[in-house]
Structure formats: structure tokens, C-alpha cells
């Protein structure tokens, strides 16, 4: 387990940004991609997928146990399950969107690229809120390389561009040290404590909020057209639809 982190309050001094992602050609639409970073891609998981899915989660069981136990200890049918459910439409809906994180350094990889983690969006919230929940996490021995950050980038660039939220949360274990270290660089500002947040293995545990607001992400400076919280009818001031 790594150790305690103490990040600092705030926003940090000077977010360390990928550059902007961006959407997928037709092509990588094909292969289920969602989204383009500089070493990412975003996409679906697609059937032929299981098996390596699972061989990433039983590899990074002992490095995913402190922040993930039920899924890092779980058994193989159940990891299996878990699949499945990535697999199902509903994995892309008006309040989540998951996805997996897929590395570009391998040239027989392919459009698809080769796959190391999870990323996605939850509780997307309409307007007046605007807002979501963010997780991710990276297999054993992919983490410490800018991979994570990358795709955290893009799918925040997906939530501000695509979605048209205001406000993006990560909530982090205190001790998840590059978890802290990835939302810090980004430029998420660190708000403070939420006790008792997350039931882990029968303890209820608090965790760090971190949160970034679409004014915030990329010096501000977004496509914004469109915006849900501006699209209002003349006659009751309210959001349509």
C-alpha cells in the first residue's frame, strides 16, 4: 500500500495538461473508440475483450486490493460478470459512462490499442447541477508511466465538450497517493474530507474530493455551444427537455 499523502489545499500551482484530446475518426468509431489522447484511447469493451480483461484484473489483484478489495479479490465468475456488464449499452447513458483505458505504444495494436485500466464517468446529474463523478484505475505495472493522466484528461475533455457538465469529482482514499498525484496534476483543486463516504469491506471510509469546473479545465477556453444549463425556453426561463 503506498503511503499516506498529503496533498496541498486548493488549487494546484501549474496543472500539468495533456495536450487536448480529441474525437475519434471513423475508422477508430468502428473499433468502439470514444475519445484520443497523446498515449491513450478511450473505447468500449467488446467480447473478444474478456480474456484479457481478466488476466489484467487477476495480475493487479494485490495492487488493486486497498482501493478496489471486492473486485481485486473477487472470483473468476464474478470477475466475469463484472465484464459482462461493461459490455451492455448501459454502460453509455444519460448518468455514467465507463469505458476502457487503452495504451498507443504498441504498433500491432491497432486503432483499439492495447488495454491497462478503467475510466468513467457516474452520477452525471442534469442541470442546475451539471455535474459527475469520476473513477479510474490502471493494472499493476502501467501506473508511474502518464498513462492514467492522459486518460483522465480526455475523459474530462469528453464531460466539459461532450456532455456539457460544470463540475467533475474524483473522490480519492487518503492513501491512494497517485491518485491524489494525477487529479492534483490535472489541476483539480483539493476540497477537503468526505467522512464516512464509501462502504469498503463493511467500513464506511472517508476520502479526499477533489473537483475541477468546466471555467477551470483548459484555461476556460471550450466549445461550449450548446450548453445545457443555457438552453432555456423564453417563457419559463427553465432548461428544454
Not at 28 to 56: I, P, Q, S
Not at 65 to 92: G, N, Q, V
Not at 218 to 236: E, F, H, I, P, Y
Request: glycine share 8%; proline share 6%.
Amino acid at each position: 500500500m503506498c503511503a499516506a499523502y498529503a496533498p496541498r489545499m486548493g488549487k494546484p500551482a501549474s496543472p500539468m495538461l495533456p495536450a487536448p484530446s480529441r474525437k475519434p475518426t471513423a475508422s477508430e468509431c468502428a473499433a468502439g473508440v470514444v475519445r484520443v489522447g497523446e498515449r491513450t484511447v478511450l473505447r468500449f469493451a467488446r467480447d473478444d475483450d474478456a480474456r484479457v480483461f481478466l488476466e489484467l484484473l487477476e495480475r493487479s489483484r494485490d495492487h488493486l486490493a486497498p482501493w478496489m478489495p471486492r473486485s481485486a479479490r473477487a472470483s473468476e465468475p464474478t470477475l466475469a460478470r463484472k465484464f459482462a456488464r461493461m459490455l451492455l449499452p448501459e454502460c453509455d447513458t444519460p448518468t455514467k459512462l465507463r469505458v476502457l483505458v487503452c495504451a498507443r505504444d504498441a504498433d500491432d495494436a491497432g486503432p483499439a490499442g492495447r488495454m491497462v485500466g478503467v475510466v468513467s464517468l457516474s452520477n452525471i446529474s442534469e442541470w442546475p447541477q451539471l455535474a459527475a463523478n469520476t473513477g479510474y484505475w490502471l493494472c499493476a505495472g502501467e501506473t508511474g508511466k502518464g498513462l492514467m493522466r492522459d486518460a483522465l484528461a480526455a475523459m474530462v475533455d469528453i464531460a466539459f465538450e461532450e456532455r456539457k457538465l460544470h463540475r467533475v469529482v474524483a473522490n480519492i482514499l487518503p492513501a491512494n497517493r497517485r491518485s491524489h498525484a494525477v487529479a492534483e496534476a490535472l489541476g483539480f483543486t483539493n476540497e477537503g474530507v468526505a467522512r464516512g463516504l464509501v462502504e469498503i469491506n463493511g467500513e464506511w471510509r472517508d476520502h479526499a474530493v477533489w473537483s475541477i469546473l468546466s471555467t477551470e479545465w483548459r484555461g476556460g477556453k471550450l466549445d461550449r455551444t450548446g450548453t445545457v444549463g443555457a438552453r432555456r425556453t423564453a417563457s419559463t426561463g427553465q432548461p428544454r427537455g
